[in-house]
């Protein structure tokens, strides 16, 4: 059977087809740059809707469109850290007064392991 073996291309892995008689679909190159600088210019259908980010080829981080307005920066609360938390439950005078009671704790415990 070996030697019988049928020889040729593979199954759907070589398309015969050529562009000859074909009319592709028009196009635009709209351009993205990036935060670095990297210009990123890629072609689209014109009847295609146009995104106002695309992906940098170069460092991956998001483009924006050359003739795109920047978008609009959504107000953020700024993080709330574990002093602003705790300041939130407690006053600076109840704090120290914690505090001081830890020291006294640890101290004392210094004395007896000495």
């Given at each position: 059977?070996g030697?019988r073996?049928?020889r040729?291309?593979?199954?759907?892995?070589?398309?015969?087809?050529n562009?000859?008689n074909?009319?592709?679909?028009p196009?635009q190159?709209v351009s993205?740059?990036?935060?670095?600088?990297?210009?990123?210019?890629?072609?689209?259908?014109?009847?295609a809707?146009i995104?106002t980010?695309?992906?940098?080829r170069h460092?991956?981080?998001p483009?924006?469109r050359?003739?795109?307005?920047?978008?609009?920066?959504?107000k953020?609360?700024?993080p709330?850290?574990?002093?602003?938390?705790?300041?939130?439950?407690?006053?600076i005078?109840?704090?120290?007064?914690?505090l001081?009671?830890?020291?006294?704790?640890?101290?004392e415990q210094r004395?007896r392991?000495?």
């Amino acid at each position: 059977m070996g030697e019988r073996a049928l020889r040729g291309t593979r199954l759907g892995a070589t398309s015969y087809e050529n562009d000859r008689n074909t009319d592709l679909a028009p196009r635009q190159e709209v351009s993205y740059t990036c935060p670095k600088g990297h210009l990123t210019t890629v072609p689209l259908a014109v009847e295609a809707e146009i995104p106002t980010t695309w992906e940098c080829r170069h460092c991956g981080s998001p483009a924006l469109r050359v003739d795109a307005e920047q978008p609009q920066q959504k107000k953020a609360k700024p993080p709330r850290t574990h002093w602003d938390m705790l300041l939130e439950r407690r006053s600076i005078e109840d704090l120290e007064e914690v505090l001081n009671e830890r020291l006294a704790i640890l101290r004392e415990q210094r004395r007896r392991s000495a």
